[in-house]
């Protein structure tokens, strides 16, 4: 069914063509959308590494968040404050502070933006830096995005599936996707067959969504000109419902258009329960495993005896795994995919490059020295396939939930 889900979205047709943002009283936003609320009236604090020079900080709550977030206008926050430029400078930063009129107050979601004073533009992506603020009606709609990065070439369609979720207890009318954040590239969403991932209905047609039910989708952004790697979030909503939150990377999509052919990289995991969260037993091992494949050109070829030269066409490919809960360990393998049983022994990285249309499963194995309780928003792990020449390309990830039980 992974490989299935693979090879399927590599053939859809269409109708149509270093900011980390955080939270005080521990509320930490990683450098993306919030997975939880914040109590309103918290105060927030946005950190930024920028180059040398004065940067100045605007906090936009929910009646002033466009398409792009917080791309213009705002409150304030602070004064001005200079970056080092320095490895060691943990860079200028700005906290809202309610007491002073900050508009932390309002339940919704805020977004931050960051300007240089130096080039006089915004130089932080607002759309994963916001958090929202607890209260008020919560969302009916809950959605989730696979896979979460596509490269592709100019004019062809980065295509995803999308599930929205109506939690509500009644039927949600009018169900609609939009992107939230802007890019250079044609949108398109279709409802299709959650069994065969097949399109089904017509393009661009809001849906009904029965209560307790899901409707699949395949979206797709078709790059009208180049643009580097860029994360968009969408606004899933209905005619008489709250939209569903954003949550990076559960419900967007980062999507890169080149004008020469490109490495595509998909890949998918599944646990044991068929469920996405993988269960750690007491002093035990959890596992799951991952499917990847190359539906675009090869992947650049790696740097003769491990040393890079600056450039696109140079680099070192590996497997990496990562969680942001501090007391797990993970290791992989690549596995032979008719038994499943692993190539060589797991390890905390593993170099692997595919070359066009070449597929790939692993294994993954989780520990912990701790209880890692229930938040399958929060605690998750992330397996990414990245290249690191003087640059880090990101060309695919995927994820699971994580848990211990007894």
Not at 320 to 330: D, E, F, K, R, W
Request: aromatic share 8%; glycine share 8%; hydrophobic share 40%.
């Amino acid at each position: 069914m992974i490989r299935a889900s693979i090879v399927a979205l590599g053939l859809v047709t269409l109708g149509v063509p270093t900011t980390q943002t955080a939270a005080q009283a521990a509320v930490d936003m990683s450098g993306q959308a919030s997975a939880s609320d914040i109590a309103p009236g918290a105060a927030v604090t946005d950190f930024v590494h920028a180059p040398q020079g004065l940067v100045r900080f605007f906090l936009c709550g929910p009646n002033e968040l466009t398409i792009d977030g917080c791309a213009s206008g705002g409150t304030r926050i602070g004064a001005d404050k200079y970056a080092q430029g320095s490895f060691l400078d943990l860079g200028p930063h700005a906290t809202s502070d309610p007491a002073s009129g900050d508009t932390t107050t309002t339940p919704g979601m805020y977004c931050w933006r960051a300007e240089s004073l130096a080039v006089g533009v915004s130089f932080t992506n607002a759309t994963t830096q916001c958090f929202f603020v607890e209260g008020g009606n919560p969302p009916q709609l809950v959605a989730a995005v696979l896979p979460t990065i596509r490269h592709v070439r100019v004019g062809e369609p980065a295509s995803a599936y999308a599930t929205v979720i109506n939690a509500g207890a009644t039927i949600a009318h009018g169900c609609f996707i939009a992107p939230f954040t802007s890019v250079p590239a044609i949108f398109l969403y279709q409802t299709t067959d959650a069994a065969t991932n097949l399109p089904t209905g017509t393009p661009d047609t809001p849906v009904d969504i029965p209560p307790g039910a899901a409707q699949t989708f395949v979206i797709a952004l078709t790059p009208t000109g180049p643009f580097d790697l860029k994360e968009v979030a969408f606004t899933f909503a209905c005619a008489d419902t709250n939209s569903a939150r954003i949550v990076s990377p559960l419900n967007t999509l980062s999507v890169g258009a080149s004008s020469q052919p490109t490495a595509d990289i998909v890949a998918i995991a599944v646990t044991p329960t068929n469920d996405g969260i993988v269960n750690i037993p007491n002093g035990g091992t959890g596992v799951f495993a991952l499917a990847v494949a190359n539906i675009g050109a090869s992947q650049p070829p790696p740097c003769p005896q491990n040393t890079c030269i600056c450039g696109e066409d140079m680099g070192i490919s590996y497997v990496n795994a990562y969680s942001g809960v501090p007391s797990l360990t993970i290791e992989i393998c690549e596995t032979n995919p008719g038994t499943g049983a692993c190539l060589s022994t797991p390890v905390l990285d593993l170099y692997r490059s595919l070359a066009a249309t070449e597929t790939a499963t692993f294994s993954a194995f989780v520990q912990s020295s701790e209880v890692v309780p229930f938040d399958p928003a929060a605690n998750r792990i992330d397996i990414w396939f990245i290249t690191h020449a003087c640059d880090w390309t990101y060309w695919s990830r995927t994820g699971v939930a994580v848990r211990t039980v007894p």
